[in-house]
């Protein structure tokens, strides 16, 4: 069974008075910086660094496994749940890039955008036309935000997660966040634009928000033969 994290050395961490695995998870996170670091001067010995834009982000939110207790560190701050939780805390990361020459240093985006707007972003950026790309996709390409034009909001973000046999699902739509976690269970409402801890649950009160957010799961839901439903609530 996993314990802490696979790192060669605890670095200064060692002579903390903290759980070895909470050592484990700082050492981790200090080298990951460093490592980072370490490719960054490559591609500035290299001369690629004004030609090479760098993104990082985390395709979930706070780790809470091996042993490890995401509240150590207070790793979702204000965010409620961890990874694998269709809570803010599970699914709302930050991310970074770096585009020298194009992108201001310290600049700061509060725009939502996922994982599947890269694609489109990326081809923007290398000059591919949409016309060469799928035209089922759901992304958008955020470079007019990389670039700090305005950009029009999504009309909204969708997930889907399978836990402890229970298929659950969340939107994101303007201020508005559903969570629901089987599908059985009606929606949860929150307003986290004064509630990102989403603690309370107005699906009561703003049936008509409910009812658009179960029409965009019909819409976004799209049935796969490699990860059907099915094995999710059987296996």
């Given at each position: 069974?996993?314990?802490?994290?696979?790192?060669?050395?605890?670095?200064?961490?060692?002579?903390?008075?903290?759980?070895?695995?909470?050592?484990?998870?700082?050492?981790?996170?200090?080298?990951?910086?460093?490592?980072?670091?370490?490719?960054?001067?490559?591609?500035?010995?290299?001369?690629?660094?004004?030609?090479?834009?760098?993104?990082?982000?985390?395709?979930?939110?706070?780790?809470?496994?091996?042993?490890?207790?995401?509240?150590?560190?207070?790793?979702?701050?204000?965010l409620r749940g961890f990874k694998r939780s269709?809570?803010?805390?599970?699914?709302?990361?930050?991310?970074?890039?770096?585009?020298?020459?194009?992108?201001?240093?310290?600049?700061?985006?509060?725009?939502?955008?996922?994982?599947?707007?890269?694609?489109?972003?990326?081809?923007?950026?290398?000059?591919?036309?949409?016309?060469?790309?799928?035209?089922?996709?759901?992304?958008?390409?955020?470079?007019?935000?990389?670039?700090?034009?305005?950009?029009?909001?999504?009309?909204?973000?969708?997930?889907?997660?399978?836990?402890?046999?229970?298929?659950?699902?969340?939107?994101?739509?303007?201020?508005?966040?559903?969570?629901?976690?089987?599908?059985e269970e009606i929606f949860e409402l929150y307003?986290?634009?004064?509630?990102?801890?989403?603690?309370?649950?107005?699906?009561?009160?703003?049936?008509?928000?409910?009812?658009?957010?179960?029409?965009?799961?019909?819409?976004?839901?799209?049935?796969?033969?490699?990860?059907?439903?099915?094995?999710?609530?059987?296996?």
């Amino acid at each position: 069974e996993e314990s802490g994290a696979p790192v060669p050395t605890d670095l200064d961490y060692a002579n903390k008075s903290w759980p070895i695995v909470e050592k484990d998870h700082a050492a981790s996170i200090t080298l990951q910086d460093k490592d980072i670091s370490l490719i960054l001067d490559v591609l500035k010995k290299k001369g690629f660094e004004d030609n090479t834009i760098v993104f990082f982000a985390s395709d979930n939110g706070a780790h809470n496994a091996g042993g490890h207790s995401y509240l150590f560190f207070n790793s979702s701050g204000p965010l409620r749940g961890f990874k694998r939780s269709l809570y803010e805390g599970g699914i709302r990361t930050p991310s970074m890039v770096r585009w020298p020459g194009k992108i201001k240093p310290g600049s700061v985006s509060n725009y939502a955008w996922a994982f599947w707007d890269f694609l489109p972003t990326a081809a923007e950026i290398a000059g591919i036309p949409t016309s060469e790309l799928p035209n089922n996709l759901d992304g958008i390409s955020i470079v007019p935000t990389l670039l700090g034009q305005t950009q029009p909001p999504k009309e909204y973000l969708y997930w889907e997660f399978c836990t402890d046999h229970k298929w659950g699902h969340a939107i994101r739509m303007d201020k508005w966040k559903a969570v629901s976690f089987s599908l059985e269970e009606i929606f949860e409402l929150y307003d986290i634009s004064t509630d990102i801890h989403e603690d309370i649950n107005l699906a009561s009160s703003y049936p008509d928000i409910i009812s658009k957010m179960n029409t965009i799961t019909k819409l976004a839901h799209t049935d796969s033969p490699i990860w059907p439903i099915q094995d999710c609530l059987t296996s």
